[in-house]
C-alpha cells in the first residue's frame, strides 16, 4: 500500500542498502550463489526515498529494475559489494545489509571454462570480507542493520551476530516460517539487538518490514535512541 502524504523524516540523511545475491565466478560461465530475491532491500531503499533520504542502493543480480530517485549500483561478487558499499558507505547516516552475501569464493578463479574431469573434483574455496563486520569497526555515528535467516536458537545466534559486527540491531526470519521463503511478497521477522532484547513483528509486507526497519533506524540516528 503506497501512502500519499509520508513523513520527510529522512529529509538531509543519507541511507544505503545492500541487497540480493553475490555470485562467486569459479570459471567465466559457473559460480557460487544462493536464491535471494533482492525485494527486501528494494523495499528498504524505496521506502527510505520516499522518506527524503539521499538513497544509494547497492545489488548483486535480481529481477528488478532500477528503482526510480535513487542511485542502484550493480555488482556481482562479494568483493565488488564490499567496494560499492564502502565507498558510498562514508558519508552515510543508515546502512543496511540485507544482501546475502556468500561466505566464501574460489580460492583461484579460473579464466578458462574448466571441463569435466573424471571422477570427483575438490573445491577449494577462501572466506569473503564480512562488509557488515568491517562497517562496525569504524562505525562513527552510523546505524548499522543486518539480518540474518537462522534455522536454530534464532535469536542467540542474532544478537551475538549484532554484537560481534557492532551492528545496532539484526532482523531475522526462519525459512521455516510460513510466509519468509526466498522470493516471496511478505516477510516475519524478528529484531533482536545485540544486548538480546527482541521483538516479533507480525507477518506483513516487505514494504512494511522496511518502514518498520527504517522507524526504528531514525530513532538511533545521532544518537537519538528512546
Ligand atoms: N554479511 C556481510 N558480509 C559477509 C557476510 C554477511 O556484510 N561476508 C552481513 C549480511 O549482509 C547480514 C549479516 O552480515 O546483514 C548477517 O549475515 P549472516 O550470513 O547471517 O552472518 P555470518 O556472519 O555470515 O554468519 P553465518 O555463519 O551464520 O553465515
Ligand atoms: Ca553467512
Given amino acids: ?8 523524516d529522512y529529509r538531509g540523511l543519507k541511507v544505503v542498502v545492500s541487497a540480493g545475491p553475490t555470485r562467486e565466478y569459479l570459471d567465466p560461465v559457473r559460480f557460487i550463489s544462493n536464491p535471494s530475491s533482492g525485494k527486501m532491500g528494494f523495499a528498504v531503499a524505496e521506502d527510505a526515498r520516499d522518506r527524503g533520504a539521499d538513497v544509494t ?12 530517485g535513487l542511485k542502484t549500483v550493480r555488482i556481482e561478487s562479494a568483493l565488488e559489494l564490499r567496494d560499492a558499499v564502502l565507498a558510498a558507505a562514508t558519508d552515510a547516516d543508515v546502512i543496511v545489509m540485507t544482501a546475502a552475501v556468500a561466505d566464501y569464493r ?17 573445491l577449494h ?22 539480518f540474518a535467516m537462522e534455522t536454530h536458537a534464532g535469536v542467540e545466534r542474532a544478537a551475538a551476530k549484532a554484537q560481534r559486527k557492532n551492528a545496532d540491531f539484526i532482523l531475522l526470519n526462519y525459512p521455516t516460517r510460513e510466509g519468509t521463503s526466498f522470493g516471496g511478497d511478505d516477510n516475519q521477522v524478528t529484531l533482536v539487538r545485540a544486548d538480546g532484547t527482541y521483538e516479533d513483528w507480525p507477518r506483513t509486507s516487505k514494504r512494511e518490514v522496511a518502514r518498520k526497519l527504517l522507524d526504528e533506524a531514525r530513532r538511533l540516528v545521532g544518537g537519538l535512541a528512546s
Fill in 125 to 146: 574455496l577462501t572466506p569473503n570480507p564480512d562488509i557488515l563486520a568491517e562497517l562496525g569497526r569504524n562505525k562513527g555515528g552510523r546505524v548499522l542493520v543486518g
Fill in 57 to 68: 542502493l547497492v545489488t548483486g543480480p535480481v529481477n528488478l529494475p532500477d528503482p526510480n
Fill in 1 to 8: 500500500e503506497e501512502q500519499d502524504y509520508r513523513e520527510q
Fill in 106 to 122: 574460489a580460492a583461484q578463479q579460473s579464466g578458462e571454462k574448466q571441463a569435466k574431469v573424471a571422477g570427483d573434483v575438490t
